[in-house]
């Protein structure tokens, strides 16, 4: 190991890209949340310094290229997600309710809900 101070600091970037990458494929994005301010305090601490060796930032890019799909897959998820909740509280709206008599009834209102998942 060198004692070279971009470089550790890329290999920091490095190790929290990884586990970010990690907890995003496995769609933990609690994980991947939570590792945000330890990307961005390690990419502000490179960012300080003189460009890190070329193999590290190598290394990097194909870490931040698979980041950047991760994240885009990660959003797309969260985005049909949203979208089917959305149909869903639409089509409850449309549907007309009726009663034991065969009246129509009022519709009621949903109330809010969360929606949470752990694995």
């Given at each position: 190991m060198t004692d070279d101070p971009t470089a550790h600091l890329a290999t920091r970037l490095a190790d929290v890209l990884s586990q970010e990458n990690e907890a995003l494929a496995r769609v933990d994005y609690a994980a991947a949340v939570a590792l945000v301010p330890a990307k961005e305090a390690a990419l502000m601490a490179l960012t300080q310094g003189t460009a890190p060796p070329p193999a590290q930032l190598?290394?990097?890019?194909?870490?931040?290229?698979?980041n950047q799909c991760l994240l885009e897959r990660a959003i797309a998820v969260q985005t049909d997600v949203v979208r089917m909740v959305a149909r869903a509280c639409a089509a409850s709206r449309a549907t007309t309710h009726y009663n034991r008599t065969g009246a129509a009834s009022p519709c009621r209102r949903i109330e809010a809900f969360a929606l949470s998942a752990r694995v």
């Open positions: 190598r290394r990097l890019t194909e870490l931040a290229t698979v």
